[in-house]
């Protein structure tokens, strides 16, 4: 089963931007799009975006999703010590009826 | 707000059946929704291992086909995981998740639940 492709990591500035991607393929991002997922260490997965950019309730507008082809991004605006976390992204396989996953993103805030 | 929380034995041994419970509430199971299994090794990323439908549709992961089972039970508030024929490697934290805007993705998780495949 094929994953989608996400950096291991990325590091950025205080109160910077950062953007995270995540690549597939027409089967998945390209067709359904992409969800976004925050985990902090011990901690369960929390959703913070789904079918491209779309955010549940009491999830900040410092995050925002978008998607360009195969490939999906999580954009986190302002960043704060608290968005040190791992990130996740997931879509669905039409082609294999599966949920599949990127490996995640360990974002660093400096 | 939904709220799942995973129960079961945290030691399981090699060749022995693993068996996971999500209770559920704040929503009915039964209402249209899906319901799905992931787990995550220790120090490793998310894995997704089955969805259910609130009508009984069942999507497996390829890799563990064959050897899991996901159910809702009838009493309509559990959710319930198998995996057969354990290993090592088997080890992991297993969520359960609820699915309630579709098949693609999940909303609310449980806390998870460590199992350890050993002897």
């Known amino acids: 089963q094929a994953g989608l492709t996400q950096p291991p990591s990325v590091s950025k500035d205080l109160r910077q931007t950062a953007t995270l991607t995540c690549t597939g393929n027409s089967n998945d991002v390209g067709n359904e799009g992409a969800a976004w997922l925050q985990q902090h260490q011990g901690h369960p997965p929390k959703l913070l975006s789904y079918r491209n950019n779309n955010r549940p309730s009491g999830i900040s507008e410092r995050f925002s999703a978008s998607r360009s082809g195969n490939t999906a991004s999580l954009t986190i605006t302002g960043l704060q010590p608290e968005d040190e976390a791992d990130y996740y992204c997931?879509?669905?396989?039409?082609?294999?009826?599966?949920?599949?996953f990127g490996g995640g993103t360990k974002l660093t805030v400096l | 707000q939904v709220q799942l929380q995973e129960s079961g034995p945290g030691l399981v041994k090699p060749s022995e059946t693993l068996s996971l419970t999500c209770s559920v509430s704040?929503?009915?199971?039964?209402?249209?929704?899906?319901w799905g299994w992931i787990r995550q090794a220790p120090g490793k990323g998310l894995e997704w291992i089955a969805t259910i439908s609130h009508t009984g549709t069942t999507y497996y992961n390829p890799s563990l086909r064959g050897r899991v089972t996901i159910s809702i039970d009838t009493s309509k508030i559990h959710l319930s995981l198998r995996l057969t024929s354990v290993t090592a490697a088997d080890t992991a934290v297993y969520f359960c998740a609820s699915q309630l805007g579709g098949r693609d993705y999940a909303d609310f998780w449980g806390q998870g639940a460590l199992v350890t495949v050993s002897s």
């Open positions: 704040g929503y009915s199971i039964s209402s249209q929704s899906y």
């Open positions: 997931s879509a669905w396989d039409s082609r294999l009826s599966v949920v599949v």
